[in-house]
């Protein structure tokens, strides 16, 4: 199985990302859920902020967001459960990706989640 990030994050950030995501939803942000949303979102330059998670099978269904979102100039944070990112999302189902389309009142934690991201990933 491929990887989809080469650096791994710790466990806790994955948790810290998916409280963000229940915060999105409860602060009225908008969330597009799903790879095929996701990659319209990101297509259609309305994604902010792409979540995708690393225990996707097969991993190529998500591949292509990695690129997608860098020639979009969208930071991309990998996270650990598909099951875990689809209750943030507020779905019974798994999501293999979420794209933030709007943070709503959410934006202090929206710049403190990128800060926190760029810095664990400089190391």
Do not use: C, W
Not at 72 to 96: F, M, R, W, Y
């Amino acid at each position: 199985m491929g990887k989809l990030f080469e650096k791994d994050l710790p466990d806790e950030f994955s948790e810290e990302v998916y409280e963000f995501v229940e915060t999105v939803r409860e602060k009225g942000g908008k969330i597009k859920k799903g790879v095929n949303e996701t990659t319209k979102a990101l297509e259609r330059g309305f994604a902010k902020l792409v979540i995708v998670a690393e225990d996707v099978d097969p991993i190529e269904i998500v591949l292509h967001l990695p690129a997608l979102a860098k020639e979009k100039n969208v930071p991309l944070i990998p996270v650990k459960s598909k099951e875990q990112l689809g209750k943030a999302a507020g779905i019974e189902v798994k999501a293999s990706s979420v794209a933030i389309i709007d943070v709503g009142k959410a934006q202090k934690e929206f710049d403190s989640l990128l800060k926190k991201f760029e810095d664990l990933t400089k190391r």
